[in-house]
């Protein structure tokens, strides 16, 4: 079983530091979102997904340029080169449409599910807040100032966020393929179907929802600033409960254009030699959190590779 922090305790650094050396996941509670938001926005989500997919397409990725925003059919997101079993919808934090960089810009929204834009708007703001409240802990846990992170890399964050729904599973393939998380860590809420495996150091364990919690996950950047200490935990879902599933995975990143050294206190850390899902370690990689994120979605949207600037095969 997974640890559950709560945020309210006064050891929250310390029990961070246990996961994060190990499983590099773990469940939040005591996070003070509202229910009636989590379930109130479920049920938008459903009211979208229902529709059929001519009316879907209205908000496709397409429409939704450099920003990256929009609807995606089942099977229009790849990982690791196979086509997942899960269609989505992709949000951010909301900005103008002539935002200079790729990743960011406005939002699309169904015109005909009204409620879910300010829901998704609402939701972004809570769990921004959150995630701050997470990173303190981090940060206190590698032994840095509690605001490291938001007087730092997330005083202007990436804030990505995804709403998957996973039809039944009726047969072989994953509705998502084992990977990790590219940027600092990602908090995640599901309805009650399961489904989610996270590869531990003793094997694929489950990760099942439970009451009024988030999963909380470690991404590529903080594995990179601790040099390995921490690592970026692959997971995947496969959706066998016969039903549909939704989950509402939140990203929050570095800045888009900001490098992410190892800290000097974590310099000489090395890696456990486990091998990566994908054979590649964010430790070797140098640049800006943006363009480790742009080379990665290229990847996982081929069509998207023009829109932000990648050249093909990148």
Known sequence: MLPVIDLRSADVPAQIEAACTSSGFFYVSGHGVPGELRSSLDTAAREFFALPDELKREIEMARGGRAWRGWFPVGGELTSGAADLKEGLYFGTELPAEHALPLHGPNLFPRQVPALRPLVLAYLDELTRVAQEV????????GLAPDYFSAGYTADPTVLFRIFHYPPADGP???????????????LSQDDNGGLQVHTPEGWVDAPPLPDTFVCNIGDMLERLTNGWYRSTPHRVRNTSGRDRLSFPFFFDPDFSASVPPLPSHAAVRPDGRRRWDGRSPLAFEGTYGEYLTAKVAKVFPQLRAELGQPPGR
């Open 173 to 187: 393939g994953w509705g998502v393929g084992e990977h990790t998380d590219y940027g600092l860590l990602t908090l």
């Open 135 to 142: 990173l303190r802990g981090v940060a206190s846990s590698l």
